[in-house]
């Protein structure tokens, strides 16, 4: 089962986040699958780039993301789904 967080961009352009579903501390998800319902401009979310995530760009933005399974630095593919929120689910190796 993933980690699901809910990060909200706020008008001051800081990102506030609250875990949803899952196990965001400690081992994390046994998948090391990160989900981010993000409810912002996604043209303005830190560190998503051409269907990748800069974790070091948004855990920079997002201090909640900086768990020990989930690796300081580095891009990842990212699977986005537009909606409402734009959800972003990546996985870790």
Same mark, same amino acid.
């Given at each position: 089962m993933?980690?699901?967080i809910f990060v909200t961009?706020?008008?001051s352009g800081l990102l506030k986040a609250a875990l949803q579903r899952g196990e965001l501390? %400690?081992?994390g998800p046994t998948d090391r699958t990160l989900v981010i319902e993000?409810? %912002?401009d996604p043209k303005r979310m830190p %560190?998503?780039?051409d269907f990748r995530l800069d974790? %070091?760009?948004f855990a920079a933005a997002c201090p909640a993301v900086r768990q020990p399974w989930i690796p300081q630095s580095g891009s990842f593919p990212a699977r986005i789904t537009p909606g409402r929120q734009i959800?972003?689910?990546v996985t870790f190796p």
């Open positions: 993933p980690a699901v961009e706020m008008e501390q %400690g081992e993000y409810d %912002g %560190g998503l780039h974790i %070091g760009q959800v972003v689910t």
